[in-house]
């Protein structure tokens, strides 16, 4: 018989936890309604107690989304578990995810604490979050380090309490892929009332084994992984969602699960671009040229039959054969469909208009306009609405000659103007930025990035800004590199706290 294999999505929480990757609750409901269109089970919408902001965003998430159980995480903390219960109150099917560290180094290190007091705070948790909601899902932190003899205790304990689903996260990516298996397979076999619950992986990507480690817990009993689109999440990342989705499809395991494949794709781009975060180019599934056959015999091959060098249909995943065609002379209708294709629906007429306004714009500037500008375009909105905007910016600049901008900012309604010189031409338009907004900014890091090919490409421009002992992410993209540099430096100042 099948099993079914529950995906639990975590981008919106473990996925968003990365530097640079924040997302406004707008963004996050969007991502979370094409999470629900990909047919995941489970949303991590977020750590409620972390910030006002991820209270708002489970509130509104479990708004927005119907089918998918929304899941808030909280410490083994009764504060923690209050304010998670209060986030789900709209959610139409809720899980409280609770949890403690439970390897020798947390225990001793984190908590100054022993094996038994752990084991009580947990129970004492599960029992606590229980008053709140039937579905208590426990994680034991670092459990991939953690001592399976000790796991089983506490693994039967939290299931006695009453969790119905207990996550064995490999926290740190240390696991080797048997070692994690055996794990699972441990608690399966010594666990009393294993049954009652549903075991979970979360793996991280520390030595780039989180797929492997996944795939050994499932195929040793663990029903629910956890994993996140493109693979992100806390340094080297997470489990991405799409490898395990195409090892299940393209694998006869006799595991089944609700992802409907033809989304990943579309999924992909959209977080990608909403998190300004790139996906590599070889990167299983949805890099770049994860279908791209590049040498003259694998061509050779696939022309004569794709089998010969494709293990799976690039349909499969969502991705269309003309996914780069809209240029000058595209109409709203083909802009439209491809905004939904990439799981941006617009149903405000005004608002269609607006990006296909910019989109004209950009299609002046370079012949094919793909989905990453179309994404950015449709994202570009959020920008207009800051307080500090880019009003103009013009630049001199060659060989042996010292760069000069003047520029023209808008601040909150009023305008200001500035000239500097510079080292080259971004120096110049950020000292003359500097000259209009005085604070002691430092640019920590400026990473510049083409996404296609072609002189004509927009630029893509991820700065970090350090101001006041913070440190602030920016993002701007645009034909014009030096204009999207200024737009990153923008960006920053623009999340700058009063
Ligand atoms: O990696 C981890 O241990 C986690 C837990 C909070 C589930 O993300
Ligand atoms: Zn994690």
Redesign the pocket.
Known sequence: MTDRLFIFD?TLR?GEQVPGCQLNTVEKIQVAKQLEQLGVDVIEAGFPISSPGDFNSVIEISKAVTWPVICA?TRAVEKDIDVAAESLKYAKHKRI?T?IGTSDSHIKYKFQSNREEILERAIAAVKYAKRYVDDVEF?A??AGRTDNEYLARVVEAVIKAGATVV?I?D?TGYCLPDEYGNKIKYLMEHVDGIDKAIIST?C?NDLGLATANTLSGVLNGARQV?VTINGIG?RAGNTSLEEISMILKCHKLDIETNINTTKIYPTSRMVSSLMNMPVQPNKAIVGRNAFAHSSGIHQDGVLKNVSTYEIMNPKDVGLDDNSIVLTARSGRAALRYRLSVLGVEVDDEEKVDKIYQKFLKLADQKKEVNDDDILMLAGADIAETRAVKLDFLQVTTGMGVRSVASIGLDISGQKFEEASTGNGPVDAAICALKKIIQKHMTLKEFTIQAISKGSDDVGKVHMQVEYNGHIYYGFGANTDIVTASVEAYIDCINKFKR
């Open positions: 975590t473990d995480l995810h949890g994680y932190e670092d996550n996260p926290t979360h991280h956890e806390e």
